[in-house]
């Protein structure tokens, strides 16, 4: 690693693949323990289906979740026992789930338990209420408002992630977000439709929101021994209660990751590390912040060379 501040970044949906965890559930112990209390708790087949599928099974948001954040925790776990703790950690959506055990917030079984729920509402939310997301790529903040502005006289639609400096997508109901496409490829952006269950961080969540905050204040939030930098104020903190809120928040609300990379990078953070599945965030990280120290832990090959690393 280089000198100045480390980060640990925790990808969100999207990220899964089938055979994921597998590697490091046949090493360690610790994998073994936390995928049979993950199976137990939320009493689904998750090790079965992170580590053989379907694809289509795990790409539901109940399994998805859960399963990209287990993964997460697996990792983390291994770390945290080498004694390795960063100097700033966000997760992306749902990763933020994840940042917060690293950070002590919730234990594993809390936020798991958290996890759970969350995928569960947002799921019966996508199915209440129907709606989709869109990339566009090249587009201004300013751009992407007006879009948004122009194209909710169809319907609902907002700005959902704000993933880099010139990638943003969007969310809401069909109809919209169609023409939030349409209105951006007239301005010669390129937009496209994505392969989403649901219009995440929209308006046509707020069910999830209303049906998660009493069980999250059945939880034990802690105060922050890592500052979170929140997805929905780009900004870190340590306090309890207001993480809980923003958990909540984060629901309906847009992800302000370019801006929490950007926060990072202005409080000294020089080496990114990706713990999870994918090379999501690692590829936003390059494409917002440049010239910084990218890398990431995912299988049990990225573990070992990162565990030597930090060794040194």
């Keep these: 690693m280089t000198s100045g501040k480390t980060a640990f970044l925790f990808p969100g949906q999207a990220s899964q693949y089938v055979g994921m965890g597998k590697d490091l559930y046949d090493r360690y112990s610790q994998a073994r323990e936390i995928y049979a209390q993950a199976d137990e708790i939320l009493a689904i087949p998750l090790t079965k289906v992170s580590f053989e599928g379907p694809e289509e099974q795990l790409q539901q948001t109940q399994f998805t979740q859960p399963a990209v954040f287990v993964h997460s925790a697996v990792l983390l776990k291994i770390i945290q026992s080498d004694g390795f703790k960063p100097d700033l950690v966000a997760g992306h959506s749902l990763g933020e789930y994840s940042a917060l055990v ?14 759970g ?14 709606g989709t997301m869109a990339a566009m790529v090249g587009i201004s903040e300013e751009d992407v408002f007006s879009v948004c502005s122009e194209a909710s006289q169809s319907g609902i639609v907002q700005p959902a992630n704000f993933n880099s400096t010139n990638q943003v997508a969007v969310s809401g109901e069909f109809k919209a977000v169609e023409k939030a496409v349409e209105l951006a490829k007239q301005k010669g952006k390129k937009a496209l439709m994505l392969k989403v ?4 961080h929209s308006p046509l969540m707020v069910s999830a929101k209303a049906s998660l905050k009493p069980e999250l204040d059945k939880l034990n939030f802690r105060p922050a021994v890592i500052p979170v930098v929140t997805n929905v104020t780009a900004k870190g903190t340590r306090d309890p209660e207001q993480i809980k809120e923003l958990l909540l928040e984060q629901i309906t609300m847009p992800v302000l990751w370019s801006k929490t990379l950007e926060f990072m990078i202005n409080q000294g953070v020089r080496n990114f590390v ?12 390059k494409r917002t912040l440049g010239a910084v120290n990218i890398s990431g832990v995912d299988k049990l090959a990225d573990l070992e060379v990162f565990l030597s690393t930090i060794a040194i």
């Design 117 to 130: 729920k969350r995928s569960q509402l947002m799921q019966e939310a996508c199915d209440e209420n129907p």
């Design 274 to 285: 990706e713990i999870g599945p994918g090379k999501v965030l690692q590829g936003l990280v």
């Design 102 to 115: 690293s950070a002590g917030v919730l234990s594993f079984e809390d936020a798991l338990y958290a996890v």
């Design 197 to 200: 269950g649901g219009a995440f």
